[in-house]
């Protein structure tokens, strides 16, 4: 166990529609990082928050946000959603910069 | 050409075997090299973390990184049924402003009992 925890586990919605997946990371980190995982593209970055604020940016459509909250939860937000969003979704915290654990992941089934 | 290469696999190998898996890499600004294993299903484990050239052992394991040939290795001894996994490497730049992770595609393992 990481102690990240992600929540929820499965997730299964119909095109067009909005979900929210939540992050939890583990205590004392301050980094809160978003990964895609499909079959096609592998594991692939999202984005970071550190302490709140957006830190990195990498392959997230604009139809995606995130945020991270003062309890340093948080949240990534996929709207207006397609069939080739479906994949696996993890969170992963850091303390440094450097190692970053990873949480449980989230399924998200889009049909 | 993707930024990181590594052979999918599937590996299948006999217990107590000596497993090789290896990631090329074309970027030179990678600094960081990780190995993370991967059960079905589950979140990615950290297993290995270096940042320099030459070798690091941890219990079973060893990761090897060679930076002017850019190509990275992990090494498992003594290979168990329960090694069976998804391995992914992945590195990262130094950056202050963040290390997002690029991963390799991953190599699934099967050590057979």
């Known amino acids: 166990d990481s102690g990240v925890t992600q929540t929820p586990k499965h997730l299964i919605t119909a095109t067009g529609q909005r979900v929210t997946l939540r992050c939890s990371p583990r205590?004392?980190?301050?980094?809160v990082y978003w990964y895609q995982q499909s079959l096609d593209q592998g594991l692939q970055f999202l984005i970071q928050?550190?302490?709140?604020?957006?830190?990195a940016k990498g392959n997230i459509l604009e139809r995606f946000s995130a945020q991270q909250f003062p309890d340093l939860h948080s949240e990534l937000n996929l709207s207006s959603l397609e069939l080739g969003d479906s994949a696996l979704y993890f969170c992963?915290?850091?303390?440094?910069?450097?190692?970053?654990?990873f949480g449980p992941g989230t399924r998200l089934t889009v049909l | 050409q993707k930024e990181v290469e590594q052979d999918p696999g599937p590996l299948s190998v006999p217990e107590g075997a000596i497993v090789s898996l290896n990631c090329t890499y074309s970027?030179?600004?990678?600094?960081?090299f990780m190995w993370y294993r991967q059960y079905s299903r589950k979140g990615p484990e950290l297993l290995m973390y270096?940042?320099?050239?030459g070798n690091k052992e941890d219990g079973r394991f060893t990761a090897q990184v060679d930076k002017s040939s850019k190509y990275i290795s992990l090494f498992i001894r003594d290979s168990q049924p329960s090694d069976s996994a998804t391995y992914l490497c992945?590195?990262?730049?130094?950056?202050?402003?963040?290390?997002?992770?690029?991963f390799g595609g991953g190599t699934r393992l099967m050590v057979k009992p």
């Open positions: 992963a915290s850091s303390l440094d910069s450097d190692t970053q654990y």
């Open positions: 205590s004392g980190d301050l980094s």
């Open positions: 928050y550190y302490n709140g604020e957006e830190r």
């Open positions: 970027n030179s600004a990678f600094q960081y």
């Open positions: 270096t940042y320099s050239s």
């Open positions: 992945a590195m990262s730049p130094y950056n202050n402003a963040g290390n997002m992770l690029t």
